[in-house]
């Protein structure tokens, strides 16, 4: 059986990565377990699953249009419950983040502002720096636009589907929402 570590990212740039064999089953009325300790005015924007000695790296977006992409095992594996460690430097440069997910670099990201503006773009061509770096350029945004929603797509389709733009529209609409 493969090894998962299950990856917790926050607004503030902190990252938790605990086994997934830490995690029991529980029953469906449970209240679940605690993942990562939140810090005042933070809040989780991502959770995904890494392959333990994989490939794997953590791609990060911030709410100003800059990311990075770092490998995973740059992170320490940890005790679920924890505060997590620095994924990136907030500068108000480049804003909260608003993504935290895995990549391998064979997927296309698609980036949706506040305005309704998207881009796709390859995420292989997303500069991979190290934990505490700000990120590059991904994205140039107007006066008083945000990222509001990134996606992963798969690479190989030369159009978006209806099933993928819906979802992206979803993803759009709930977190204006949110910010509202």
Do not use: W
């Not at 679940?32 to 991502?46: A, F």
């Not at 995973?72 to 500068?91: F, M």
């Not at 798969?154 to 979802?167: F, G, I, L, W, Y």
Request: aromatic fraction near 2%; charged fraction near 25%.
């Amino acid at each position: 059986m493969v090894q998962e570590d299950i990856l917790i990212g926050t607004s503030h740039a902190s990252l938790i990565r605990f086994p997934e064999s830490t995690l029991r089953p529980l029953g469906r009325t449970a209240t679940g377990v605690k993942g990562i300790t939140l810090r005042e005015g933070d809040e989780v924007v991502g959770l995904d699953v890494a392959h333990a000695n994989s490939v794997d790296e953590v791609l990060v977006v911030t709410e100003n249009g800059y990311g990075k992409r770092t490998p995973v095992n740059d992170y320490r594996l940890s005790n679920r419950g924890g505060k997590g460690i620095k994924t990136a430097t907030i500068t108000e440069r480049n804003g909260n983040v608003v993504c935290i997910t895995t990549v391998t670099g064979e997927e296309d990201l698609m980036i949706v502002t506040n305005a309704g503006v998207i881009i796709r773009l390859d995420v292989a061509d997303i500069s991979q720096n190290g934990r505490a770096a700000q990120g590059v350029r991904l994205i140039r945004l107007g006066d008083d636009q945000f990222v509001s929603t990134v996606a992963k797509v798969k690479e190989d389709a030369d159009e978006v589907n209806e099933d993928e733009q819906s979802t992206v529209l979803k993803m759009v609409l709930n977190n204006n929402m949110k910010r509202l």
